[in-house]
């Protein structure tokens, strides 16, 4: 029994939630059920003020005929009674009278002909009665007829005859009327009609079931039409919505069909030259990009035949600087520093146009992430060493294996790391490594100057820089962070940045395990602790004021 009752409620709750579903998504559905609802309510309201009034109508017209009936017949028995001759016999007359006043009427009637009540000890007797039915006399009640024998003319009270077969299977509504004759010689004595309304009640139910009947249709066909309506209003509106859709996807040539010249067809028109303009443009803007992104390439192909000229010339300079003086020594230095840089930027330009033309391919293998870290930390001691920055690294003792393009990779770590210690002003950027059973993660930590929500939101921009009047300290080209943010989509993977004024940096990179695999988190935080202490450095045999201090990762295998 409790697992029925818990299957009821799981269909039940499910059978809401489908229904709120479709009440929340679809327009159509909402329109037509509002519809219905108020379509019925006015039915409803309206049906029971008209079936009230009907009813009370019928009741009031049939009960004025009634009474009116009830006072001809009550004159004509008191007619009958002194036209009798003195030695007439009563007992006769009253059986005589009654028949006639059963028949004498618009329709069947009972006709009860009683004493007045003569109250002994409180007790009612009844003295030569005379009934067309014994069964009904009940129906008297004790209110009526004390009102009748008050003798203030007619009196009447709705009742329920018991009729049927047996007697009292069914209940018909009636009305029993009353007055008084007075019988000479003998006195007064109390007439009572009753009167079914059994035929005005069967007029009003078959009334009432066409009203019903007739409600419900016209509320059905309320829906109907609404459903019909809306279902012109509402399909293309979903055309419209399913084409959007198609043109989001990038299938520029999708059009709406247009039907007639109304509305719909006007605003399907409007749509179409809405969605030319924009295939127009977007055509434009790919032509534009892509030569851009050509103008880019090809003269950074172009560039390298004079710089390797000048380059040669550079080096020829370099050479010989110590026999020159020493402005001309330094400007040596210079030339052969900025050749350097220029070099970065051509190289950084070609591989940006190679992600832009969608040309950068991913050559994948399956390889432990430490061990590609390992190898940007060694490239990157030399400039932590310059700066007096210590890098700290902390990896697992499991591998981490992944399917990586271990060029692409190193190539993130090291513009991390270069970046993470020029803006570190010293202090020490940690490294850290983490896996899960879907993803690799690596996180570079700096506590430098830090970065605002706003810059961190701009930092992989290409050319962007934090202060504009901060000078690239490491001869970088700009280009770092943005190229490092392809490789890591390339890989499937996430590139992102946290910082905060005062706290400095903290960069996390995020790359699925095996290809294909849809990151939905990350085995290591992004924003660190509020008070996450720093862990000491441990110098080990370079000595405890070494700035290159790291662990041992003599047992990874650098390649």
Known sequence: MRRTWRRARVRIRWLARTVLRGWRTSLQVRVITSTMVIGLATVLALGGYLTDRIRDGMFSQRLEEVLDESARSTLQAQDTFDAAPADAQLQQLFVDLVKALQVGGSGQRDVFIQRPVVRAGGAPVFVNSFVSDERLVPLISDELRESVGAGDGQRYQSVAIPAGNPIGARLEPGVMVGSTVSVPGTGSYELYFLYSFAPQQETYDLLLRTLVTGAFTLVALLGAMTWLVTRQTVLPVRNAAAVAERLADGHLTERMHVRGEDEMATLARSFNEMAESLQVQIHRLE???????????????????????????????????????????????????????????????LEISRFDAGAAMLDAEGRDVRVVVAAAVEQAMPIAASRGTFVQVNMPAEPCTADIDPRRVERVLRNLLVNAIEHADGSTVEV??????????????????????????????????????????????????????????????????????GRGACFRLTLPRRAGIQLVGSPLPLVPAPDEPFAAVDAGEHGANDPAALPDLDHLELR
């Not at 080096?315 to 052969?336: M, N, Q, Y």
């Not at 190229?483 to 910082?499: F, K, M, T, V």
């Open 432 to 501: 850290t490594v983490a896996a899960d059973a879907r993803a690799v993660a690596v996180t570079v930590r700096d506590r430098g100057v830090g970065l605002t929500a706003q810059e961190a939101e701009h930092v992989f921009d290409r050319f962007w820089r934090a202060d504009p009047a901060r000078a690239r300290t490491m001869g970088g080209t700009g280009l770092g962070l943005a190229i490092s943010l392809e490789d890591a989509r390339l890989h499937g993977g996430w590139l992102e940045a946290w910082g905060q004024p």
């Open 287 to 349: 032509e534009m990009s892509t030569l851009q992104r050509r103008f880019v390439s090809d003269v950074s192909h172009e560039l390298r035949t004079p710089l390797t000229t000048i380059r040669m010339a550079g080096e020829v300079l370099h050479g010989a600087k110590d026999s020159f003086e020493p402005a001309i020594r330094r400007s040596a230095e210079l030339l052969t520093q900025q050749l350097d840089r220029f070099e970065d930027l051509l190289a950084d330009l």
